[in-house]
């Protein structure tokens, strides 16, 4: 299976920061990654996929980038519902994996 | 609106037998793949299974290779999981989830390029999610 690391587990940011998170794959997934957003007792709610492609409605401020193993997702300028649990996804393998999450919390 | 409602989930023993059902409104069910995804108690998100539009390919994860059963019934925008020789890691919550279909032309980071990629095990809906819980 492929293996997905995200970094860093946790963070705490304030109101207007740029924030990132990184993902990595334990080998070579192309442009096949996607974000989640998960809060509290939610379902996951998809970010961007294909990498780079904002989802419809989700706020300009989040993009992601990336090729190969390495990948990011940023929050230009975070915002107070930005609170909670990120996930990294690939689909390159028909096996699917996501990353262990990072916590995101606002100072 | 497109909505998923899982249900079935409830306290079993180990080794017992369950079956998750999700029943999809407001969209063409039969147009997409669908999947479970499972969370244990205040762990992350691991895929569990996938099936293709017309049921025909099925995936599973090695965890639960050869215990669970993901099926659809497109007649009645129902998707399915059975799930056998239930373990106590096997207790999360469960989220059907529905792919995206076909492909999208990007241009990736750092190219010019367009590309056509498949967008089909990219999920941009999900259930609520029903509780499984397996202990004695």
């Known amino acids: 299976d492929i293996q997905m690391t995200q970094s860093p587990s946790s963070l705490s940011a304030s109101v207007g920061d740029r924030v990132i998170i990184t993902c990595r794959a334990s080998?070579?997934?192309?442009?096949?990654v996607n974000w989640y957003q998960q809060k509290p007792g939610k379902a996951p709610k998809l970010l961007i996929y294909?990498?780079?492609s904002l989802q419809s409605g989700v706020p300009l401020r989040f993009s992601g980038t990336g090729s190969g193993t390495d990948f990011t997702l940023a929050i230009s300028s975070l915002q107070p519902e930005d609170f909670g649990t990120y996930y990294c996804?690939?689909?390159?393998?028909?096996?699917?994996?996501f990353g262990q999450g990072t916590r995101l919390e606002i100072k | 609106e497109v909505q998923l409602l899982e249900s079935g989930g409830r306290l079993v023993r180990p080794g017992g037998s369950l079956r998750l059902s999700c029943g999809a409104s407001?969209?063409?069910?039969?147009?997409?793949?669908m999947s479970w995804v499972r969370q244990a108690p205040g762990k992350g998100l691991e895929w569990v299974s996938g099936?293709?539009?017309?049921?025909?390919?099925?995936y599973y994860a090695d965890s639960v290779k050869d215990r669970f059963t993901i099926s659809r019934d497109n007649s009645k925008n129902t998707l399915y999981l059975q799930m056998r020789s239930l373990r106590v890691e096997d207790t999360a919550t469960y989220y059907c989830?529905?792919?995206?279909?076909?492909?999208?032309?990007?241009?990736?980071?750092?190219?010019?390029?367009?590309?056509?990629?498949?967008?089909?095990?990219?999920?941009?809906?999900w259930g609520q999610g029903t509780l499984v819980t397996v202990s004695s």
């Open positions: 294909l990498t780079s």
């Open positions: 099936i293709s539009e017309t049921g025909h390919s099925t």
């Open positions: 407001g969209i063409t069910f039969a147009a997409f793949g």
């Open positions: 989830a529905k792919a995206m279909s076909g492909s999208v032309v990007v241009v990736p980071p750092g190219s010019d390029t367009p590309q056509s990629l498949t967008v089909a095990n990219t999920f941009d809906y």
């Open positions: 080998q070579s997934v192309g442009h096949y």
């Open positions: 996804q690939q689909t390159y393998s028909t096996l699917l994996t």
